[in-house]
């Protein structure tokens, strides 16, 4: 018997029920989609390779044909960046939700992607590592420093970590990094050359080394995403009745934490900080699973992969035979999408 889950809408009312056919539905519809944007990632480009080329290349490689070069050394590895660093910003966005119910939300409006950017920024021009193996940890060390800043600043004060409080803390400290940052490489323009696309937020000109680099801790944040969904489910009827049910708060905190720092410190160091997929996503599953985050989780794995392969896609034939960065068509998609969430009346939590 399928179980059923009753939502309300904005009004309070009862508005539709969701069975768990319907999410399985929405699970199986998301895994074709991964599979046809990323069959698209590897046809489309400013040369177009038919699909049994792009097979061949993968299964019957030729070093001498060209087109096989590209597929592998180029196309491969952007797409694998790009369904990594998908699922990466989107469960890190998810989980922030989540643990402050603050729909608001998401790595790249805390500053958390900031975060990690700014040290990585350090890690190059102030200790000269070019190699991802090396600003790693840097980016790490960003991102839960300024995880643990931002709910510092916006919970200091008399009303505590509003969704609103938290929000402008990341803004603000977000712009005061990114002004400092860009200070940094101004000063050192030709050793930041080959990041100047990684500093808006781009999956391509990546190979190999750094997808092998990033899978180990992606993979890992991801798992503890799953384990830290269930306790999560708890603490969003608040701490108290939480712990009346048996949730460890303190252990399903730092599981989300140390997820977080890992999702979205490896997701910057590999392909820059690239924002509003982690917003957009778990918003758009929740309408479709409810609250659930044993559901909400494994959705966004699969769709937040699906709307950066969609945007880097849309940015090769946007400035076709150029390219526009994937960060770009994220904003200017995700921008509209913060304003209309801020505007709604219930807004202020989840």
């Known amino acids: 018997m399928s179980v059923v889950l009753s939502l309300h809408d904005d009004n309070g009312g009862t508005g539709f029920s969701i069975s768990n056919t319907t999410r399985l539905t929405g699970l199986l519809l998301g895994l074709a989609l991964l599979v046809a944007v990323s069959l698209a990632s590897l046809l ?23 087109e096989h070069i590209i597929v592998r050394d180029y ?6 960046l790009g369904l990594l660093c998908g699922a990466a910003f989107g469960v890190s966005g998810a989980l922030i939700q989540a643990a402050t119910r603050n729909p608001l939300a998401d790595s790249g409006i805390l500053g958390v992607n900031a975060g990690a950017a700014f040290f990585v920024t350090l890690a190059v021009g102030l200790f000269g590592f070019h ?56 000063l050192d323009p030709q050793a930041f050359d080959s990041m100047r696309f990684w500093s808006i937020g781009s999956v391509a000109g990546r190979n190999m080394e750094i997808v092998a680099a990033v899978v180990p801790f992606i993979g890992a944040g991801l798992v503890i995403a799953l384990v830290a969904s269930r306790p999560l489910n708890a603490m969003a009827l608040g701490d108290d009745l939480a712990r009346s049910l048996g949730a460890n708060i303190v252990r399903a905190r730092i599981l989300t934490l140390v997820a977080v720092t890992l999702l979205a410190g490896a997701g ?5 900080p690239i924002g509003f997929v982690g917003l957009m996503v778990p918003h758009v599953m929740r309408w479709f699973t409810g ?11 699969i ?5 950066l392969l969609a945007a880097d896609i849309a940015g090769r ?33 989840l």
Request: aromatic share 8%.
């Open 317 to 349: 034939l946007i400035l076709f035979p150029g390219e526009l960065e994937a960060g770009i068509v994220t904003a200017f998609i995700g921008a509209p999408v913060l304003i209309l969430l801020a505007r709604r009346k219930k807004a202020s939590g």
């Open 44 to 66: 489309v480009g400013a040369r177009p390779i038919s699909a049994s080329t792009v097979l061949d290349a993968l299964f019957a490689y030729d070093a001498n044909s060209a």
């Open 131 to 186: 190699s991802i193996d090396a600003y790693l940890w840097f980016a790490f060390l960003g991102a839960i420093l300024v995880t643990l800043a931002v709910y510092a600043l916006g919970a200091a004060g008399r009303d505590g970590a509003t969704p609103v409080r938290l929000v402008l803390a990341g803004v603000a400290l977000s712009a005061v990094l990114g002004g400092i940052g860009s200070a940094i490489t101004l």
């Open 75 to 80: 196309r491969l590895p952007r797409t694998l």
């Open 291 to 301: 609250p659930d985050q044993r559901w909400i989780m494994p959705m966004t794995m």
């Open 268 to 272: 910057t160091a590999a392909a820059g």
């Open 303 to 307: 769709y937040a992969p699906v709307l």
